[in-house]
């Protein structure tokens, strides 16, 4: 079994809806959880994170923990066609910030 | 303030062949990461180092070796080139005061013959 589990896709979706997208992983110990953006042949940029459970809104963006169930999750409302990029879910492991990444999953936002 | 790059971009190499990427960071981190990418694995961590002189293995550090002879500077080598290492490679950065940021690099795209 993975640590770290994410459906790849591709997601497609219209402009305007509400994107929901997933991981789930396996070690109860992890605290820090990120999602991060990644555009087509760029380099992945941290979009949110979140230090234990609960909830945290930036904007369109809102990442969610729970850790009873071990599932994170981003929501993007009003999705536009910016957003169309790989997200990436990621978790600290162990020391020195070293992350594990799920598979990344594939959104396209279409006008 | 350029942030992370890496050079170069883009390579192919032939099987058997040797080749360095350069991942350089302006930001004063002290930690560094090597990770590559292939499709639908996500990225995997190869090797990091902690500080300057100081290496350690990742997930998967097999043929690949590692130097930090400068806190900026973070070499990968690749001694003898196989077709499985065909990736895409990144690197990051990271500072010991914020756990949850990593800055990476632009990417080099490596295709092995």
């Known amino acids: 079994q993975k640590e770290v589990e994410q459906d790849p896709g591709p997601l497609s979706v219209p402009e305007g809806a509400i994107v929901s997208l997933n991981c789930t992983y396996s070690?109860?110990?992890?605290?820090?959880f990120m999602w991060y953006r990644q555009y087509s042949r760029k380099g992945p940029e941290l979009l949110m994170y979140?230090?234990?459970?609960g909830n945290k809104e930036d904007g369109r963006f809102t990442a969610q923990v729970d850790k009873s169930s071990k599932y994170i999750s981003l929501f993007i409302r009003d999705s536009q066609p910016s957003d169309s990029a790989t997200y990436l879910c990621a978790l600290v492991s162990g020391g020195y910030n070293k992350l594990i990444f799920g598979a990344g999953t594939r959104l396209a936002v279409h006008p | 303030n350029a942030g992370v790059t890496q050079t170069p971009k883009f390579r192919v190499l032939k099987t058997g062949q040797s080749m360095t990427l350069l991942c350089a960071q302006d930001m004063n981190h002290e930690y560094m990461y090597w990770y590559r990418q292939d499709p639908g694995m996500g990225l995997r961590l190869i090797h990091y180092s902690v500080g300057e002189g100081t290496t350690a293995k990742g997930e998967v550090p097999d043929g690949y070796n590692v130097s930090r002879l400068k806190k900026q500077n973070f070499l990968l080598g690749l001694e003898s080139a196989a077709p499985s290492q065909t990736s895409v490679y990144f690197c990051a950065s990271g500072s010991t005061q914020r756990t949850e940021t990593q800055y990476f690099g632009p990417g080099t795209r490596l295709l092995v013959l």
């Open positions: 979140t230090y234990s459970s």
């Open positions: 070690n109860s110990a992890f605290q820090y």
